[in-house]
């Protein structure tokens, strides 16, 4: 089950528009989704670690050395909107 | 003054501030945080980046070690635990100077926590200021709101991305909400920026952006629970940090005093007008769904490493202000001017190494010396007088060639010529005596005068014509003849005896 | 073998060449390199019309790269120069538009290489094309393409599987002699074995993710689709390797080399109780029970074993996919490439509006469930107990092996579906990778071989090994592929002329 507000909440958090009919399919969706997961919130796995990290690896750094990166051009040539080296974005506030 | 608390506007009920400091650490390190290009400022846009710091799809970011040690650095001096296992998390918000949508980040296993950094205030109290935790994250890119008339968001037509600076690394620093006034503040961040300083870690330099300073503020009458804290942003410089804290402990205590509620927000303090306003947009509150990061491995530093690293750092002001106090017999207030400022330590320490008197050093340096680079504007690694220098010309007052106030004037013609002292007395006609009668006369009274020296000399002791000199040239403020001194005083001592 | 209705030339027949034949061909000279190609894209000219894997076929590129092959003396090539290769369209390859199958990186022209592209332009293979897949990867019928429908080869009407289904069918089409797929929670073992091909998911960390689309981090791997395990172990040997740009790779302790063995004495087989149950359809279940037999006929041991938890690695796995997805897919905004939104007013419409109409429905619904496991509120109740589900699969999977020294399945519980049958209803698609998701929960390698047809339709075998044991496991597949291998003419060999 979830409500109306937490779809449109969820979406404004995830940067997603959805008209008034995908809305309600989205819904009624997450809504099954989400019973079909809560089967987990049954289990008492109070005694385990979440696996946060799929191998078993530590400490894995890198030295402190540059690496020659893109061109201006390479950097910025699949961008929609560029202006003077920089990416274009619409008015934020 | 600076412990008491803030009184109201109104002045009918006692107010208290309690801020806590959020800072940012600009590390300089060669590369960024999680890739391998280079950490530069002020170069053409996005010209030192590549996909990873672009945030291009399948890439993948890798941990810079040099980072990790400056930041285990600066742990290490605030005294903070460093954790046994620290890992990144990734802190999701969309913004356009963040690449991927999401920042690199620590959130409940930082690098380091529970440390303090002793505050030393102006009425000379010292008050500990605890460090809630360190850590790790990287920087975002720069934005440039065009279109407008302030450059500022609001208004702006549209805006522009350089990501020169994204992933550079960054160390977060947080205090406790131990600070209660403005002026505690700015002592803090100022103390906390020299040490950082000494670590070489950061340039720290708040104009360029290598420091950053953020506060959560609230009041409340003294005695009751902490009130709604807002977050102020943009304090680029120490004053208008204090100028901001201000302004927001006044807004919020006349707000209070109206009746009025606090909003939990972030407020932006406006150096133009003094004032702070609300930042908010029509954006929601930041939920950051904070997980941890599956493409980082975890970080654990053994023992070896933390003591390693503890092992390398500078002495800290706090404990190098004892060792000078103590080892110098030096008043308290010299001792944390000296501190302090590291590079004058040194200088300190060289000049007092050289004369073998710590008082007479210390008073030139904290004096005349510090007055100098005071006027010139400079700083002590660009002075023209080294303190070889400094010692040889205090070591000509020490053995009376030059008077006191003579040393004053030769030192000016020192700063400015950058010619040594023994130069300068020759030079300047503070010059040497080469009258053969009159050096005669001198000498021949010194010999008489020391019958014992005299005779040692006689007898094969070759040093004892030092003393014999140096007599001669305390009588003659060194201006006499050192070639002709040398014969007169063979001359009447006579030849070495067997 | 069947006519082809092509130019006559010297250009050979490619259908049923595994790489390793395109191998022997180019070394005994008996075909140049772009004989090889031209051969090649003239397959896929005759029967992709109709298959559809392809998205994008580089003809220029790849008969350009198959020329400088041939200017090089036969005695100067590495051995796999001049071999084709198709590849699914999530890696970046520097200088070739990269979709993901979505609209929005339609146009997208990554400026570098992943890591295992790298490595395959120095061997010197021949990029072909990319191939179709779901949408970022998510899905299991390739039908979430934004851009076109791939068909199962054996059965037009039907799905080829997925996400890797365009790589599948390419292979089992054989519009390329291999290909590279990825595999997060089946998406190179379910389509293999709808498709009637060899998939492999090598162990997590075994290949470098740079440059590998990121759809679930701590899930997803690169791995072979092949005709034979043969072919899988030799492009396993190409790819794996710890990459410095990828914290998380490790590599394989050694090369696989050629996986040759021929009997099973002594190997422990364990059947995944779980997996043979009610969800698996009668004719799998048939195939499944005679690969069992065959095993035994070659001297191995099969024995049922329970894993409990294996039954909550959909929920576990349709937790944390989509949390990682949904943070992996955010840097599609339309800032720095890919699809924007024209003539916004303001940022926020221009984030929204761009997302979605770039993303398709089911990106869009495993964002919103992502971002909700995660929000403020539910992240220890969803994400984190779906992480604590995963150590308990784990740990299931750990006390198996204590006594086994492989576990097998059916790979698939149905064969390949109608194209539609399962579009309407999200959960009944996610139950198509029953038993391939726990397998990435647990980082574990899988491989699925064609174990034989049910109504026509290829049925797959599944085999699981422990970490890192990838030599010993593609040996044990080899040598149940051996005896299970019916000569079978592939589909589409005919074409209409």
Redesign the interface.
């Known amino acids: 089950m979830i409500s109306r507000q937490e779809v449109e909440h969820v979406a404004r958090l995830a940067r997603l528009h959805f008209d008034e009919e995908e809305l309600a399919r989205l819904q009624q969706e997450l809504g099954q989704i989400i019973d079909y997961v809560q089967q987990l919130a049954e289990l008492d796995l109070s005694g385990l670690e979440p696996t946060s990290h799929a191998v078993p690896l530590k400490n894995v750094l890198r030295a402190d050395e540059p690496v020659d990166g893109l061109s201006q051009a390479d950097a910025t040539g699949n961008g929609p909107d560029v202006e003077r080296g920089q990416f274009v974005v619409p008015r934020i506030g | 003054m600076s412990n008491s608390p803030v009184t109201g506007t109104t002045g009918s009920s006692e107010w208290e501030a309690v801020i806590g400091l959020e800072i940012h650490v600009q590390l300089n390190t060669r590369t960024k945080m999680f890739c391998g290009c280079r950490v530069t400022f002020g170069e053409p846009p996005n010209t030192h980046v590549c996909p990873v710091c672009l945030g291009h799809p399948g890439v993948l970011p890798v941990t810079n070690e040099k980072a990790v040690e400056y930041a285990a650095r600066i742990a290490l001096a605030l005294d903070c635990r460093i954790a046994d296992r620290t890992i990144f998390h990734r802190k999701n918000y969309f913004y356009p100077d963040l690449p991927k949508a999401y920042q690199i980040s620590q959130y409940d296993l930082p690098l380091g926590i529970g440390g303090h950094l002793d505050v030393e205030l102006e009425d000379g109290a010292v008050m500990r200021v605890g460090i809630t935790r360190v850590h790790m994250e990287e920087d975002a890119g720069k934005l440039i709101h065009a279109g407008g008339a302030s450059g500022r968001i609001d208004g702006a037509d549209y805006s522009l991305v350089d990501f020169n600076r994204g992933g550079t690394p960054l160390v977060e620093i947080v205090s406790e909400p131990d600070i209660t006034t403005p002026d505690q503040a700015r002592a803090f961040l100022t103390q906390l920026r020299s040490l950082v300083e000494q670590l070489a870690v950061s340039d720290v330099n708040m104009e360029e952006g290598s420091l950053r300073c953020d506060a959560n503020v609230s009041v409340r009458h003294p005695g009751e629970p902490f009130g709604t804290k807002t977050e102020l942003k943009n304090m680029n410089s120490f004053r208008f940090l204090h100028r901001g804290l201000e302004a927001e402990i006044e807004r919020q205590i006349a707000s209070l005093e109206a009746g009025e509620r606090i909003v939990q927000e972030t407020v932006h303090f406006d150096p133009a007008t003094g004032m702070v306003s609300s930042l908010r947009s029509k954006e929601e509150a930041h939920d950051y769904r904070y997980f941890p990061e599956p493409d980082l491995t975890p970080i654990e530093l053994d023992e070896a490493y933390v003591e390693r690293v503890r092992g390398d750092l500078p002495e800290l002001p706090a404990a190098r202000k004892e060792r000078l106090a103590d080892q110098y017999s030096l008043p308290p207030k010299d001792a944390a001017l000296l501190a302090e400022n590291k590079p004058l330590g040194d200088y300190f320490e060289a000049v007092a190494a050289a004369t073998g008197d710590a008082r007479v050093s210390a008073n030139w340096v904290l004096g005349d010396f510090s007055a100098f680079l005071n006027t010139a504007g400079i700083e002590v690694g660009a002075s023209p007088v080294g303190a070889a220098a400094l010692a040889e010309m205090l070591g000509l007052v020490a053995d009376g060639t030059l008077s006191g106030k003579m040393a004053k004037e030769v030192f000016e013609v020192m700063t400015t010529t950058g010619k040594s002292a023994m130069e300068i007395v020759a030079e300047k006609g503070m010059g040497q005596i080469s009258d053969a009668g009159e050096l005669d006369a001198i000498v021949a009274r010194i010999v008489s005068a020391n019958p014992g020296p005299a005779e040692e000399f006689r007898y094969g002791r070759d040093r004892v014509l030092g003393f014999f000199v140096g007599q001669v040239m305390k009588e003659t403020r060194g201006q006499a003849n050192p070639q002709m001194v040398n014969d007169l005083l063979r001359k009447h001592l006579g030849a070495h005896g067997e | 073998m069947g006519t082809r209705a092509s130019r006559a030339s010297s250009n050979p027949d490619v259908t049923g060449l595994t790489a390793h034949g395109c191998r022997d061909l180019l070394a005994g000279g008996e075909v140049s390199a772009v004989e090889l190609t031209r051969a090649y894209l003239d397959r896929i000219g005759a029967v992709d019309g109709e298959v559809r894997s392809y998205l994008l076929v580089d003809e220029a590129g790849a008969l350009a790269a198959a020329a400088a092959v041939d200017a090089k003396p036969r005695s100067q090539r590495l051995p796999w120069e001049g071999v084709p290769i198709g590849l699914k369209d999530i ?2 390859v520097k200088g070739m538009e ?1 979709t ?1 199958a979505s609209r929005i ?1 339609k ?6 290489d ?1 890591t295992v592209i790298a490595k395959l332009r120095a061997a010197g293979l021949v990029f072909l094309g990319k191939l179709n897949m779901d949408e970022f990867a998510m899905g299991s019928s390739t039908e979430n393409s934004a851009f076109q429908i791939t068909r199962n080869p054996w059965d037009l009407n039907r799905v080829p599987g997925g996400s890797s289904g365009g790589s599948a069918a390419c292979v089992a089409a054989t519009e390329a002699p291999w290909a590279l797929g990825t595999d997060t929670g089946g998406s190179i073992r379910q389509p293999a074995s709808l498709c009637g091909v060899v998939g492999l998911k090598p162990t ?2 075994a290949v470098s ?6 759809f679930a ?3 997803d791997q690169i791995g072979p689709i092949t005709r034979d395990v043969k072919d899988a172990a030799a492009l396993l040997d190409l790819i794996a390797g710890r990459d ?5 790779s ?1 590599g394989l302790p050694e090369p696989v080399g050629f996986p040759e063995r021929s009997s099973l004495e002594g190997v422990r087989f364990g059947v995944i109780k779980e997996f043979v149950g009610d969800a698996c359809e009668a004719g799998v279940r048939d195939v499944f029970d005679g690969a069992v037999d065959a095993i035994g006929a070659l001297g191995g041991v099969c024995e049922e074993v329970s894993l409990p938890s294996v039954e ?1 690695g959909i ?2 796995y ?2 944390i996919a989509p ?2 997805a ?2 992996n897919l ?11 939104h024209s003539h ?10 761009t ?2 109409e770039g ?1 398709g429905s089911e990106v ?2 495993r ?3 992502g ?2 496991a ?3 509120g539910y ?1 220890d ?12 699969i ?1 740990q299931d999977f750990a006390r198996a092996f204590d006594h086994f020294d492989f576990l097998i399945s059916p790979t698939s519980p149905t064969v390949a579906f109608k194209i539609g049958e399962r579009t309407a209803d ?2 009944a698609m996610y139950v198509s990778d029953l038993c391939t998701i726990p397998v990435n929960l647990a ?1 574990l390698p899988g491989i699925s071989i064609p174990g034989g047809f049910s109504a026509g339709m290829p049925v797959g075998v599944q085999i699981i090994g422990p970490h890192f044991s990838e030599r010993g496991m593609l040996g044990a597949a080899h040598a149940l592929e051996k005896k299970l291998r019916v000569d079978v003419v592939p589909p589409l060999a005919e074409v209409a002329g």
């Open positions: 890696f970046c990269t993901c990186l146009g997208y022209i990554p400026p570098y992943a997590y960390g993710r740079y440059g590998l689309v990121a981090s701590s899930l410095p740009r990828d914290s998380t490790i909550r929920a576990a349709y937790l949390s990682e949904s943070s955010a840097r599609f905004d339309g800032v720095r490439y890919g699809h924007r916004s007013e303001d940022l926020y419409e221009m984030y929204t509006r997302r979605s993303f869009k619904r964002i919103m469930i971002t909700y995660l929000s403020a992240y109740a969803y994400y984190a107990q779906a992480q604590r589900t995963r150590t308990l784990i999200p959960l980082a």
